[in-house]
């Protein structure tokens, strides 16, 4: 399904719950709105579903009004956190709910609903499991019953409320992982909520990151992650060092770290910088400038290790190979003096206003 969201709004009293949100979705994409609880991200999925309407704004489905339609009308599956299952029909009952109570002429005959539940248990792997009660059920394997249901009206766009809210760490993985062989096989035109950066970036073709009723950035998950709009994306998604920057007599400078231009030609006087900690490196050739860091603590993480490092007052995290050159060479005794440079910085001026953003 095409959808083209264009400047909607909805205000309670006079709080901006979505403020001026445009999006589009291509045909069979999984896109996720993420963001942190209060972001809109619910109001923004319940407006999909015909559940609430916007202030402002329109949605558009090729040339249809899509927010003229009434939920049913709109052919939408929905999956909320806490399995809103019927607890006195069985698994299979649940399944052909959404069929047996369609109106007359659009019921299918008892047999083909027999057949459709069946063909739906096994897509969410529960064929053995068609006569339980939800209350016989794991939590995964209520989920996996409510999206069957979902799924048994052949609705064109699913919309997912953190499905997997409520599951422990490892059901919810695993769930992902079958969630997007699924979505591979079925190719429904997707959007799940989700407040877990891992989850989005697992699973979306595109994330949507929400911040107080606004999109701050749409883009894929390499994108979000590797190119951060706005720092609150670069704040929101993945771990990065933030860094007070400062216009210095020369150029610029994030800490004691000399940047050799200015990228906004004398325009703003403060800033702040971004690194990653796999964008800051222990190799800094004699010469070239680098902060001079304490190490506080290494922490091991498998293949990888976590330097917690002092950088004159700023808490700095290195990320680097547990087999590279550097540690070894190093030997890292905590209060060891280091020095270390970033690779790669995203930097935002700010005076006033927020200029800019520059990546270096
Ligand atoms: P969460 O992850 O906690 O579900 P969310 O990003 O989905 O958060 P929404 O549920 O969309 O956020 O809510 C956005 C804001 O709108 C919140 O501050 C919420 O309190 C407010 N809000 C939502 N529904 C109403 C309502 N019916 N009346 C008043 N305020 C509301």
């Known amino acids: 399904m095409t959808l083209v969201l264009d400047r909607l709004s909805r205000r309670f009293t006079d ?55 009434s939920a049913p009308e709109r052919s ?48 969410v792997q529960l064929e053995e499991l068609g006569d339980r009660y939800p209350s016989q059920l794991s939590g995964g394997q209520r989920q996996r019953v409510a999206l069957a249901r979902a799924l048994a009206v052949e609705p064109e766009l699913l919309l997912l409320d953190e499905p997997f809210g409520a599951l422990d760490a490892q059901v919810r993985v695993t769930l992902r992982r079958w969630l997007r062989e699924l979505h591979e096989e079925l190719q429904l035109t997707t959007v799940f909520v989700t407040h877990d950066q891992e989850e989005a970036l697992e699973l979306a073709d595109r994330i949507a990151v929400m911040n107080r009723g606004r999109i701050e950035q749409v883009g894929t998950p390499q994108a979000v992650y590797q190119d951060p ?62 902060w001079g860091a304490r190490l506080r603590h290494v922490y091991l993480a498998g293949s990888v290790a976590h330097l917690d490092l002092y950088v004159a007052d700023i808490d700095l995290v290195l990320e680097a190979d547990v087999a590279s050159e ?33 990546v270096i």
């Open 326 to 358: 550097d540690l070894g060479r190093l030997g890292l005794q905590p209060g060891a003096s280091l020095r270390v440079a970033p690779n790669r910085l995203v930097a935002f001026p700010f005076d006033d206003d927020h200029g800019d953003r520059a």
């Open 15 to 69: 709080f901006a719950a979505l403020d001026d949100v445009s999006l589009q979705m291509a045909p069979g994409e999984f896109l996720a709105l993420l963001g942190p609880s209060g972001s809109g991200k619910t109001t923004l999925l319940r407006i999909l579903a015909g559940l609430d309407y916007p202030d402002e704004g329109t949605v558009m489905q090729a040339d249809r009004d899509f927010l003229a339609a």
């Open 229 to 290: 709009a706005t720092p609150f994306v670069c704040e929101f998604i993945g771990r990065n060092n933030r860094i007070p920057l400062a216009r210095q007599t020369q150029g610029w400078g994030a800490g004691a770290w000399p940047l050799a231009t200015d990228p906004w030609g004398g325009r703003y006087r403060q800033g702040v910088a971004y690194v990653r900690p796999e964008h800051l490196t222990l190799s800094v050739p004699d010469g070239q400038p680098a």
């Open 76 to 123: 939408v599956g929905l999956v909320f956190q806490h399995y809103a299952l019927f607890r006195h029909l069985t698994v299979r009952e649940n399944v052909a709910f959404g069929l047996r109570v369609r109106p007359r002429r659009r019921r299918p005959a008892r047999a083909q609903i027999r057949e459709q539940v069946e063909r739906l248990l096994k897509r």
